[in-house]
């Protein structure tokens, strides 16, 4: 994978949060995450300082706020879940505007939302500041097993390599007329990926070809060393221990 690889939600900046190396920023926000999950979700005072810490280092790494939104959408198939967990749940009933909603449930959507909507936030701001092959090293230096790491690597570069290939046979359809308007059409479809499955299988032999050609036997060669200085791993652990503390007020509070 080419050091210019970059995914769609990756954002090029030179803020102190780009600069820090990858496995840093993977270990802060997994270690963020957890302790979101962790709290009380009756402190819910402690969610909204959670936020707070989100949208500090999104300052610092000079993420436009409609941009982490926007990428915030993914999650709206959870939101629709949540919606439905007041009106479904068992237990005590309460009246809000006229309609009979469960406690139980209206404790557990805010859950849901809140944490949820949490993490998402954190994702997105790991993955707008961390270029895809820069995350790869990063769990590759956070001794996660190589396999999964080769695993993972393989997976995303296939996927742009079977974008690009289903891209050409849109654009060879296209040309000769060809526009998808109804079930009729459903079997050109069929054909079409049936036809990009054989060519994203016959493309993966070779390349699987080259790379043993070219010296490959079961490991990728590690190019770029990332280490981090304790400055830089300080300077990640305070977004967690700041939502540690947040957290163990929540319980004690």
């Known amino acids: 994978m080419g050091a210019g690889h970059a995914h769609k939600l990756y954002r090029h900046g030179h803020s102190p ?21 962790s709290t009380p979700r009756e402190a819910v005072w402690a969610f909204g300082l959670y936020a707070v810490l989100i949208a500090a280092v999104a300052a610092a790494a000079r993420i436009p706020a409609g941009f982490l939104l926007r990428r915030l959408l993914i999650e709206v198939p959870f939101v629709a879940f949540a919606v439905l967990m007041p009106f479904v749940a068992q237990g ?19 859950n849901v939302l809140a944490k949820g909507t949490l993490g998402v936030a954190a994702s997105v701001l790991l993955a707008s500041t961390t270029e895809l092959r820069a995350l790869l090293l990063g769990l590759q230096r956070l001794k996660l097993p190589p396999l999964l790491v080769q695993i993972a690597t393989f997976m995303i570069r296939y996927g742009d390599v079977i974008t690009d290939e289903l891209r050409r046979m849109s654009i060879a359809r296209r040309s000769r007329g060809f ?3 109804g079930i009729r059409h459903w079997g050109v479809l069929a054909k079409t990926a049936g036809a990009l499955f054989i060519r994203s299988y016959e493309r993966g032999e070779r390349v699987h070809l080259a790379m043993v050609s070219r010296g490959y036997a079961g490991s990728m060669p590690v190019i770029d060393e990332v280490v981090a200085t304790r400055a830089q791993w300080a300077y990640a652990a305070v977004l967690p ?4 503390a947040v957290c163990l007020m929540g319980w004690t509070l």
Not at 92 to 108: A, F, N, Q
Not at 241 to 244: D, R
């Open 17 to 37: 949060v780009h600069e820090l190396p990858p496995h840093c920023k993977l270990a802060a926000a997994f270690a963020f995450v957890v302790v979101v999950v």
């Open 92 to 110: 005590e009933r309460v009246e809000v505007l006229g309609m009979s909603l469960s406690v139980s449930g209206l404790w557990g959507a805010w």
């Open 179 to 181: 526009e998808a308007g």
């Open 241 to 244: 221990a700041a939502a540690l």
